[in-house]
């Protein structure tokens, strides 16, 4: 029988060793995919009022809606001051029903439609209360638009007739 021949001890191979530390450049690790939830390329507008900057947001799923720490804290520094606001009487909450203030606004733009509806009321219910205003006998159309600021579809709503409505 021939002697077998001894194999001397191997260095692991180099894509194994180096792909899961940390670069020394960067300190991000090799090799290692990002999962799809964090490779999102849709970019957004901010959140922030005043800042209407175009960003990619850059956490799970795109739930980002701030282009930077500063627009972050702005925002919510404004809102404490509000609740602030409310809290201690300097400012009154006028009690109208979503109903109205719907109506109010598309009474604002009466002949023209009403862009960016969901941004001017976030908290009201749209498709619900126009609903309602419709049984009420209001006659709103509603389209879809397409907007290449925010690469998505959009609702745009049009009051043209009513009860109490001046054509």
């Known amino acids: 029988m021939p002697p077998k021949a001894l194999s001397l001890p191997q260095e692991p191979s180099q894509a194994f060793s180096q792909s899961l530390g940390p670069s020394r450049a960067t300190g991000v690790p090799k090799g290692l995919k990002r999962p799809a939830e964090f490779r999102l390329t849709k970019q957004k507008t901010c959140r922030f009022p005043s800042c209407d900057r175009l960003f990619t947001p850059q956490d799970p799923a795109g739930a980002g809606a701030f282009c930077s720490r500063e627009c972050k804290e702005n925002y919510w520094r404004q809102a404490a001051q509000i609740g602030h606001r409310v809290l201690s009487g300097q400012v009154r909450i006028t009690g109208k029903s979503q109903n109205q203030t719907i109506l109010e606004l598309l009474l604002e733009h009466q002949g023209h439609w009403l862009d960016r509806p ?50």
């Open 118 to 167: 969901r941004q001017r009321l976030p908290f009201v219910l749209w498709n619900s209360r126009v609903a309602e205003l419709r049984r009420r006998g209001y006659d709103i159309k509603c389209r879809r638009v397409y907007r290449e600021d925010i690469q998505q579809n959009e609702y745009q709503y049009r009051l043209y007739s009513g009860p109490g409505v001046k054509q």
